[in-house]
């Protein structure tokens, strides 16, 4: 029997381990380049990575050097070597239910990197938009039936239009004039239609809004930005009838602007059933004798406390206006949102060109809506075009986070430090999925989403405030993710608001408080269920 020598055997098995290790590098490096090149199932048009919320819980944190890394790639930037670290960085990252600032971090011991996603995907032909409240077959219509194939956007309108057309396969509506009643209230329903006419149901988005005719001052300047359908509800009990007609005709006969307000502004008026007007023309004859524009406008410099509404002490019913706006509109998104927060310019567009995109992230089975982070500008700065002019605002003091002044805790937007702080990018990109859960648990958000999510309770008014919190619960409840754009905003008009003490709108607000605890939150409970987490 031959014997090796004892330091010639140590040799030869320390030969063997380094073999070993030499292999297990190689493997574990191909399997993270075969992840870097998938992308997750995104292509190299995508835009700057998002971060999942879900898959946060379940990662731990790694050093802090790799969050530069995180932010999307800056604007006109077209760098591969960042698009890897992007991709690198996607998984997630820290708490989602707190507000410092995450660290990336990697996955943990036996999750794999795109876990979260694949886990969650539908079949290839469920895509882009909510699949609904299960059992709803109006929301089945807006189910979409095709499945990404690398879609590139190329600026060509027709081929963006098919694309999206073909993705969203949503039905269209009617733009008839009708007289309906909805609860207590008359409604006018397409009582001055845009001259856009009737319009496909993916051509666009409609901002829809509602207020009474002293907001009218708004509707230029909201235009010039989302140069896109409106659908807005006018509040018109009694006396307060008149005026706001004859603003809607100042608005499209003699304001600078009135041919956006002519294209693009369809107007709804609604009134409670003991309010009704002394006189309502016929849709048709509406508009048959025009306004005298050398007379000032009709909202001009009046005070809320002139309206009807104030004289006869009624509250004014904001969820019966964004009802009925939102029903009204044409196209299968709606961005739900009050006149006074103006978008940033080319939102629309770029939106569209996301969807058409249809990235990993929109496969996904959760039904979902795209929250947008809103803003306030002191009273004498102009409304920022661009993210990267609001970064310029947030930095030197004139802009800051809406209501945080007010209720911060109500728009609050997850990962909203992160977002700041991310350079814009020429796509329109998801930033972040979030749910309304933790920290955010009481968020209001204003988002576009589409006719499949559930409707505002129209028992509640602006006066007893709380009025979009049982919507949140029920999104919460149902599941929704919340798909944080990166580079879409809202602003307020400017002036910032603060906390003004108003007796009787908390005497309303407690009052509130008392119909959804007894009432209401019942009711949800027993029509959507209960999930852990959420809450009113």
Known sequence: MRFEPLGQKMFTRRNWLLR?????????????????????????????????QEQQQQQQPVPSALQASSLPTPKNV???????????????????????????????????????????????????????????????????????DGYIVTGDEKELD????????????????????????????????????ELKCHESITYTTHADYTFLDNLVPLLERWNAPISIAMHAPGTDFQPTLDSIKYLRDCVPGNQLVRAFATFHVYFGTKHIPKSVPKAQDALKTGYNCSLPAPYFNVSSGH??????????????????????????????????????????????????????????????????????????????????????????????????????????????????????????SVFHIGKRTGYYVHWEPIYIGTHADPHYDERLSWEGKSDKMTQGYSLCVLDYEFHILDNAFLVHKPGIKVLKKDNRRAMLAGKTNQLIRKIIYPELKIMYGMRKGCAI
Not at 37 to 46: A, C, H, Q, V
């Open 307 to 428: 309206l009807y509404k104030a004289q006869k002490k009624l509250l004014y019913p904001v969820n019966v206006g964004r009802n009925i706006a939102r029903d009204a509109a044409l196209t299968h998104f709606i961005l739900a949102s009050d006149i006074e927060l103006y978008p940033n310019p080319g939102l629309v567009k770029k939106f569209l060109e996301m969807i058409a995109r249809n990235e990993q992230y929109l496969r996904r089975k959760a039904p979902r809506v795209f929250p947008l982070s809103i803003f306030e500008v002191d009273e004498n700065s102009p409304v920022p075009h661009d993210k990267t002019e609001l970064q310029e605002f947030l930095r030197n003091g004139k802009a800051i986070p809406f209501h945080k002044r007010v209720c911060a805790s109500c728009h609050g937007v997850p990962k909203s430090k992160e977002w700041m702080a991310a350079n814009e990018t020429d796509e329109l």
């Open 162 to 197: 098919e694309r999206v057309r073909t993705l969203l396969n949503c039905y269209e509506h009617d733009y008839n004039q009708q007289t309906l009643q909805r609860g207590d209230f008359w409604v006018l329903q397409n009582y001055v239609r845009a001259d856009h006419g």
């Open 20 to 52: 070993c290790s030499i292999l297990i590098n190689v493997a574990v490096l191909l399997y993270i380049g075969s992840h870097v090149m998938i992308g997750g199932g995104n292509n190299f048009t995508s835009g700057g990575g998002f971060l999942l």
């Open 78 to 148: 077209n760098s591969e070597a960042a698009f890897v670290e992007e991709k690198l960085i996607a998984a997630g990252t820290g708490n989602a239910n707190s507000e410092p600032a995450a660290a990336a971090a990697l996955p943990s011991p036996g999750v794999s990197d795109s876990a979260g996603l694949s886990a969650n995907l539908p079949d290839p032909g469920q895509v882009v938009g909510n699949i609904g409240v299960a059992g709803s077959s109006s929301a089945a219509t807006e189910l979409n039936n095709t499945q990404s």
